[in-house]
Each structure stands twice: as C-alpha cells, then as structure tokens.
C-alpha cells in the first residue's frame, strides 16, 4: 500500500466505548464489587471510570470535534435495572438525552447492550450460569428497546462472547474469576449464542411492531484474532486448531448462523438462517502456539512471537500485526457475504508515537479489502477515551483522548486529530 490513498465517502469512521470503563459512578454493577475485591489492577476501581455520565454533553462536542460519523457505546444494564425489576426512568432519560445529542451532531450511534458487565443482583443469582439468565437478560434487552428504539437503529447484541466466558471461566480475570472452569465456559457460551438469537428476533419485532423510523440492524462484536501454530510441531498444530475451534468457531457459527455445534450441543434451537445484519469484528493481534504435554492448556500455550521487535508490540506487550486484519475479515466474508463493521481495533499507547502509524496500517487493509471486494462498511478505533481497561485498570492508553484522571480534563492527543483529520476527508496519509 502507498504512503497515501483514499476511502469511500460512504465509509464510516468513528470510535467506541463501553459504559463500565468510561461513566463512573455505578455501585449497582459486577465490576465495581470485583473492584471492592482488589480484582482490578493497582486496586482502581470502576467506580472512577473516565466521569464521561457527568461529562457526556463535554464528550458529545469532543466526538463532533473528532469529525466522527459513528459511535459505538454501550448502556449500562445495572444503571437500567439496578435491582431485579426495578427500572430506572433517571438512566433512561440520561441515555435518551445522550442519544438525542448524537444525533444531532450527526454521529450515528450504535448500542451495545452486553459488555462485560452485569448488575450485582444478576451475578449473585450465578451470573449467565444463572438459571433464568437468558429470560432476564431478554427483559433487559426488551425494555431497553422499547424505551430507545426510536432514536437507536443499530444494536449490538453481545460483546466478545469469547472473550467473556474465556476470562470470566477459564482464566479468571472476570467476575466471578473461576479458573480453568471448561464446562462453564461452554455452558456460559451456548447461553450467549441463545440470548443472541432471542435478541435478534426481538429487536427486530419491537421496532417493526413500533413503526420506528430508519432499518433495524442487529449484529454481535466478535473478538477475532490470527492464531497460528508456533512450529510444525504436531502438538502445536492440534493445539491451534482446538484452540480456534473452541474460541472463534462454535461463537461464528452459533451467532451468525444460528448453529450449536459440538462440545455446546447440536442443531439450531431458533431455527436455521443468519442471526445478524452485520457482523462487528474486533481485531487486535495474533497469538502463536506453542506444544505443551498438557491437555488442559488443549496441547499448546498461545505466546507473542519470539522474534517480534519492541517496535512492532503495544504497551501490553500485544504484537501490531495489521495484515492480521485482512485474514479476519476474509475468514467471515468468504463464508457469508455479510456487511462487516470493525467495530474495534486500536493501541495501548501512552507515548503515543504508535498510535497514528497503527491506524494507518489498519486503515490500509481495509482500503486493501474494499478493492478485493469484501463489504466492511465501518471502522470504529478503540478507544475514544482512556479508560479502566477491565482487570489491566487505568494504566492502558487507548484514547484517541486523554483523561487526567488527577482532574478528568480531557486532552485531544496528537493521533486523535491526525484520526480527525481522516474522518473529515477520507484521505489517508502517513506524516514522515
């Protein structure tokens, strides 16, 4: 790819957050009773978040400053149903009104209604081991849907469902932090995919039965990454291959097509069809796999490139691998022609010297994929702001904005007005 090139007008950029690492203020939630544990890094906490529900209205003008055409955010579930039936009309009218100054700077919002988080009651109850986990999150998703679907068209169902159950069951970094906990993993999982599929089915009743203005558009955020074996070693091989099965696989078949496949159970519970009008893809990095005599690590352990050079690895240690991208987007394309939205991808980055090279890089193979015709529709980068990235705390910087957490000032850095830049003209360059 040249040094400079173009993307269609109809192209949309923009950026996303979730509600849990950005408002502050929830003691209603999953996260902020993990933090009270000292399950978050340094011993920070939720409860601090980026003070964005106070500063919404700041943040609104900061995102039309940025030129952005959309933006993905999530609603908090615990600020909407703080205690088992009870619904809070503060938290919708506070969503409503932050919906309503989206839309008329002209940024497309598109919600997310599962991301990460849950209400302490849902968790108490077994969180999505829970018995009735999928009829309460359905309540959830039907009330929050009636009360926003005229001003909210695009819904995002679930946010990495594999990254979800893989850190919350497996390897604990996630309420309720089980380790190496399979069966809940795949029980948590098939759980997921039918609360997606019931989702699915219901948005589109609602705003089809409330004549609400604008195409309903329902998909999930899945969390792809490039997994590849270490060496040709079998092990490593089989270890791959277990590992994509079981943490991409089964989530694509069961959100998109509506499939449970084995170890999750079989057939299709909702029916056969495609569960989604487009699929949001959330790229990062790769992993490679090495052999391991362990069958509870599936034969292989995934580790970062060994040859990898410090200039092309985050502040997370994250290989920067953007051909990555490409192989992704393929991957879902070639299988179902779906519109795409990559509806996250971005660099911790608190120097900021690789952040605007990252989305040029990024940027490059989508222009690559449009010319090989592949429908990604959007780029949203994470993250707009700097914020609790989950069990790693405040000490990540993704933001295109910083936040001072001494004062909550925000600060445009350089590579979010080179991103502004970009989102204004479409024209994409790489400063020397």
Not at 99 to 112: D, H, Q, S
Not at 119 to 144: I, R
Not at 210 to 225: E, R
């Amino acid at each position: 790819m040249s040094k400079s090139f173009e993307l269609p007008k109809d192209f949309l950029l923009g950026s996303a957050t979730a509600a849990t690492q950005i408002e502050g203020g929830d003691i209603h939630n999953n996260w902020y009773h993990w933090s009270l544990a000292g399950k978050v890094g340094k011993g920070e906490s939720s409860f601090t978040g980026a003070d964005h529900y106070a500063r919404y209205v700041e943040d609104v003008k900061l995102l039309s400053k940025l030129n952005q055409e959309c933006y993905r955010m999530s609603i908090e579930w615990s600020r909407i149903e703080p205690s088992e039936g009870e619904w809070s009309m503060e938290a919708v009218a506070h969503y409503r009104d932050e919906f309503r100054l989206l839309l008329e700077a002209g940024i497309k919002p598109l919600v997310t209604l599962h991301h990460f988080s849950c209400p302490e009651w849902f968790q108490k109850k077994g969180g999505w081991l829970g018995k009735d986990a999928v009829k309460e999150f359905l309540n959830f998703v039907e009330f929050s849907v009636k009360q926003f679907g005229d001003l909210v068209s695009e819904w995002c169902t679930i946010n990495e469902p594999n990254v979800f159950a893989n850190d919350s069951y497996v390897d604990g970094k996630y309420p309720p932090g089980s380790y190496g906990d399979i069966p809940a993993y795949l029980k948590v999982t098939r759980r997921l995919i039918i609360s997606h599929l019931k989702s699915y089915k219901l948005i589109h009743k609602i705003r089809k039965e409330s004549n609400f203005a604008n195409p309903t558009k329902v998909g999930f955020a899945h969390h792809l990454a490039i997994f590849s074996p270490l060496t040709s070693h079998p092990l490593a091989r089989l270890g791959c291959f277990l590992s994509d099965y079981l943490f991409h696989e089964i989530q694509t078949k069961g959100f998109v097509e509506g499939k449970l496949s084995f170890p999750i159970g079989f057939g299709y519970p909702e029916g056969k069809g495609l569960f989604c009008d487009f699929i949001g893809i959330n790229y990062y990095s790769r992993h490679l796999f090495k052999a391991s005599y362990n069958p509870g690590n599936l034969f292989a352990v995934p580790m970062v490139d060994p040859q990898c050079p410090d200039s092309r690895k985050n502040d997370l240690g994250w290989e920067i691998y953007p051909e990555g991208l490409s192989k992704v987007c393929h991957r879902i394309w070639d299988e179902y022609k779906l519109p795409i939205y990559i509806t996250e991808n971005g660099i911790p980055d608190e120097k900021d010297e690789k952040r605007e090279k990252c989305i040029f890089d990024h940027l490059a193979e989508i222009r690559r994929l449009l010319d090989e015709g592949v429908s990604v529709e959007r780029y949203y980068y994470w993250s707009f702001l700097d914020n609790l990235e989950w069990n790693d705390g405040y000490g990540p910087k993704f933001g295109l904005v910083e936040v001072d957490y001494n004062n909550m000032n925000r600060k445009i850095r350089k590579s979010g007005l080179r991103y502004a830049e970009i989102c204004k003209t479409k024209k994409v360059s790489l400063n020397p």
